[in-house]
């Protein structure tokens, strides 16, 4: 059987059992499972959209009872936990506010998990002293995904859909998909929604009238 097996929207599964690690990944993983022996108390992680960077800050905040804020958010944030994930910090449209949270953190001297979609240098900010803090962080790049990545991340988008999808269906996709991770999440849906408005199985032949 293929067929959703419950009547349940997508669920992100962020379990640190979950996360699967390939080459494309393995430094931002072992940094994560580092902490707290950390070389810096802050850590940039970047990379596309899809490319694990939210998984993997749930993981780091499990482990180390790291807070959640949005960099979109900042303006209104006052706290000053000893560990705190920001995510999509090129969205910090208060500068202001971002480099005065950083400078209570470092005081605190609290662990800090950015993420975002670019190296620093390409990052919008155009207050100096933000950058001069972003650029004492360790940044680490999530590279575009392997096949042995895009396997594994396919089966986890569909289990995360309530979805099991024959072995055959991920690797005839496999051989024919873009190498990306938005690419993944969209073929995903793409081929859910189909499924469902058709009413079929989600097998090869499927699959073929879509790509």
Same mark, same amino acid.
């Given at each position: 059987m293929n067929q959703r097996t419950l009547p349940f929207n997508k669920q992100e &599964?962020?379990? %640190?059992?979950?996360?699967?690690? %390939?080459?494309?990944?393995? &430094?931002?993983?072992? =940094?994560?499972?580092?902490?707290?022996?950390?070389?810096?108390?802050?850590?940039?992680?970047?990379?596309?959209?899809?490319?694990? +960077?939210?998984? =993997?800050?749930?993981?780091?905040?499990?482990?180390?009872?790291?807070?959640?804020?949005?960099? %979109?958010?900042? %303006?209104?944030?006052?706290?000053?936990? +000893?560990?705190?994930?920001?995510?999509?910090?090129?969205?910090?449209? &208060?500068?202001?506010?971002?480099?005065? =949270?950083l400078n209570r953190l470092k005081e605190n001297q609290s662990s800090v998990l950015l993420t975002g979609i670019a190296p620093v240098k390409d990052l919008p900010f155009k207050v100096a002293d933000v950058r001069s803090r972003l650029s004492a962080a360790v940044s680490v790049f999530l590279d575009l995904p392997d096949d042995a990545l895009i396997e594994g991340l396919l089966f986890k988008q569909f289990a995360d859909r309530q979805l099991r999808v024959p072995a055959e269906v991920i690797e005839y996709l496999v051989r024919r998909m873009d190498r990306s991770y938005a690419s993944v999440i969209r073929i995903v849906e793409v081929i859910d929604s189909m499924s469902a408005e058709q009413r079929r199985n989600i097998t090869v032949p499927l699959v073929r009238e879509l790509l």
């Amino acid at each position: 059987m293929n067929q959703r097996t419950l009547p349940f929207n997508k669920q992100e &599964d962020y379990s %640190s059992a979950s996360y699967i690690v %390939s080459e494309s990944n393995q &430094d931002a993983h072992t =940094l994560i499972r580092r902490w707290p022996h950390w070389e810096a108390p802050m850590v940039y992680l970047y990379g596309e959209y899809g490319s694990g +960077k939210t998984h =993997l800050a749930h993981v780091w905040a499990e482990k180390a009872g790291a807070e959640f804020v949005a960099a %979109s958010a900042l %303006s209104d944030y006052k706290a000053t936990p +000893k560990a705190l994930v920001i995510e999509d910090i090129e969205n910090a449209a &208060d500068e202001e506010a971002f480099f005065h =949270l950083l400078n209570r953190l470092k005081e605190n001297q609290s662990s800090v998990l950015l993420t975002g979609i670019a190296p620093v240098k390409d990052l919008p900010f155009k207050v100096a002293d933000v950058r001069s803090r972003l650029s004492a962080a360790v940044s680490v790049f999530l590279d575009l995904p392997d096949d042995a990545l895009i396997e594994g991340l396919l089966f986890k988008q569909f289990a995360d859909r309530q979805l099991r999808v024959p072995a055959e269906v991920i690797e005839y996709l496999v051989r024919r998909m873009d190498r990306s991770y938005a690419s993944v999440i969209r073929i995903v849906e793409v081929i859910d929604s189909m499924s469902a408005e058709q009413r079929r199985n989600i097998t090869v032949p499927l699959v073929r009238e879509l790509l």
